[in-house]
């Protein structure tokens, strides 16, 4: 990968990989969830080899999209830590929302929309996991009453319609921001983007010498 | 268990277009099943299972009539006994035959993710086709009466077709024909729910005086039906229900939430691509480079010295 001189590391290559793996289940299992759901769209199941195998294969997706998520979840989850900055962040969000980010709070490595998609997810992975099983028929299908059935079954549709649209957010974000993208396939931002986005990330890597993505703990130390 | 039908539906499972219903000209069945007439020979479960080429494995005894214990995908319909009672201090001995109940609002088609795998015939029989079934066991969530069962073999849901095969060609369902006293019968809707209705008057008249017509208005009456000599208490029957309607996290799930989620993803996706169209991206500006390398040199990063070349090529 040519790679250009003097840009600063976002993502790791570990956790891009790890990313990518999510992202991947999580659009096999779209797809694969909302055949099920409503028949408009029972046509998607022929991308998985009709509805049987759509059946089967789905949950298996969810499995490892539970463990991959997990890696997310460990890599990201200190830096999503709620800073009383993001509400002023949040309260200056129709700046952001025009391109206009003077005047708009510094922000650290991720910010509150971010850190909104961060956290949603990481309740909603569980979530769908867990009332995935009670309707895992195939293994589980005996285990819990059909009431419970019921209610897990409507749990992990709002559920996933909830995933699904905060997928949008954070797809359509990415697309939004300018090197975004880049910055989760080769890993890379330059130093002017991590200034006009991440001010207080990009000053705490100028500070500490470290070209990212994490601050040098021992300051200038590593050069 | 089969298409080859001479019929047409009413009903086909995750289908919005209107299905082929040309051919109509068929009254509505219905089986009659007089309670109080069973003397629980089980002569309709070896019916049923020789018609339908059902052989379940031999279970073990649980210590009651029932046998086997419960409906499963080998065994499409079971007497339930139970030893009931009365406010007298007598005995009675309750059987019902249980199985599907072919509701005309059939919670499980209405549950159903998978085009033509449950439909409902012309004459009100709901029934399963193996070939469509993925097997999800959304069916089994949606059925009042606890009916449909998945296999562990095949992955497929079973339960009673009402013998729809035998019925297409102008004959009762097995059990029907087996029965040897007449508590179960078969015919037009009407003529079953007037039959009850004389035999109703006979029963109340020999002191059972809630004696009844089975046929829940919850899923708009059903395409079986019991007579029972407490149709008050349809509880005592191994758990009939009261009053079985489809449960409403099913038809709030198959209902409202289907337009409304489809409608609110593409909100989202609309308003990513209006915000495209009237923000615009947010682009890095020479500006921001520039502030940021005025930074990294400041913190005497060695690599700034040399990074002009690359950000006006990006720029």
Redesign the interface.
């Given at each position: 990968m040519t790679r250009p001189y003097g840009t600063l590391t976002r993502n790791a290559t570990v956790t891009r990989i790890n990313h990518w793996i999510t992202a991947a289940c999580f659009i096999l299992l779209m797809l694969s969830g909302l055949s099920m759901f409503d028949p408009v769209l029972f046509w998607l199941s022929n991308l998985f080899g009709g509805g049987a195998w759509t059946r089967m294969i789905h949950p298996w997706i969810g499995v490892v999209l539970l463990i991959s998520y997990s890696g997310l979840i460990i890599q990201f989850w200190r830096d999503n830590l709620w800073t009383r900055n993001d509400l002023a962040w949040l309260m200056a969000i129709d700046k952001v929302l025009v391109n206009k980010e003077e005047g708009v709070p510094e922000v650290a490595r991720f910010n509150a929309g971010q850190k909104f998609v961060f956290w949603s997810m990481t309740l909603l992975v569980p979530t769908l996991f867990f009332t995935g099983l009670v309707i895992w028929e195939y293994y589980f299908g005996t285990y819990t009453s059909i009431p419970t059935q019921r209610a897990a079954l409507l749990i992990h549709s709002l559920g996933a319609i909830a995933a699904i649209i905060i997928w949008i957010v954070h797809v359509y974000a990415a697309i939004w921001v300018r090197g975004s993208m880049r910055a989760m396939t080769q890993g890379y931002v330059t130093p002017g983007w991590a200034w006009r986005h991440h001010r207080k990330w990009f000053r705490a890597l100028a500070t500490t010498g470290s070209t990212g993505p994490k601050p040098n703990a021992n300051g200038r130390s590593e050069k | 268990m089969s298409n080859l039908q001479s019929q047409d539906y009413i009903r086909i499972?995750?289908?919005?277009t209107t299905p082929p219903s040309a051919r109509n000209w068929e009254d509505q069945v219905s089986k009659l099943i007089d309670v109080t007439r069973c003397i629980g020979c089980k002569a309709c479960q070896a019916a049923c299972m020789e018609w339908n080429n059902l052989r379940d494995e031999v279970g073990e005894f649980h210590g009651t009539y029932d046998n086997p214990l419960d409906l499963d995908p080998h065994t499409w319909t079971v007497m339930k006994f139970t030893e009931h009672e009365n406010p007298k201090g007598d005995l009675e001995w309750l059987i019902r035959k249980d199985g599907c109940m072919h509701c005309e609002d059939p919670g499980c088609l209405k549950a159903c993710?998978?085009?033509g795998a449950i439909v409902q015939y012309a004459n009100g029989i709901v029934d399963f086709i193996s070939e469509?079934?993925?097997?999800?066991?959304?069916c089994?969530?949606g059925c009042p009466f606890?009916i449909p069962r998945?296999s562990e073999v095949d992955?497929k849901s079973y339960k009673c077709t009402l013998c729809s095969d035998r019925v297409a060609v102008g004959l009762e369902p097995a059990c029907v024909k087996a029965c040897p006293t007449g508590a179960i019968m078969f015919g037009s809707k009407k003529d079953m729910t007037d039959w009850a209705g004389e035999r109703i008057v006979d029963l109340k008249s020999r002191g059972f005086e809630n004696a009844g017509l089975y046929d829940p208005p919850g899923v708009q009456g059903t395409h079986v039906m019991y007579v029972l000599h407490h149709a008050d208490t349809p509880g005592i029957y191994a758990g009939l229900p009261e009053n079985p309607k489809i449960?409403s996290?099913?038809e709030?799930?198959k209902g409202l939430?289907?337009p409304v989620?489809?409608a609110?993803?593409a909100a989202?996706?609309v308003s990513?691509f209006l915000?495209?169209i009237i923000?615009?991206?947010?682009?890095?500006?020479?500006e921001?480079?520039?502030?940021?390398?005025h930074?990294?040199q400041?913190?005497?990063?060695?690599?700034?010295e040399?990074?002009d070349h690359?950000?006006e090529?990006?720029a």
């Open positions: - | 499972s995750a289908t919005t993710p998978a085009p469509n079934c993925i097997g999800c066991g959304y089994v969530k606890d998945i992955h449960s996290t099913v709030f799930w939430i289907k989620a489809l609110g993803i989202a996706a990513g915000h495209w923000a615009g991206p947010n682009e890095v500006q020479p921001d480079e520039e502030e940021a390398k930074v990294l400041a913190n005497g990063f060695p690599e700034a040399g990074r690359r950000t090529h990006q």
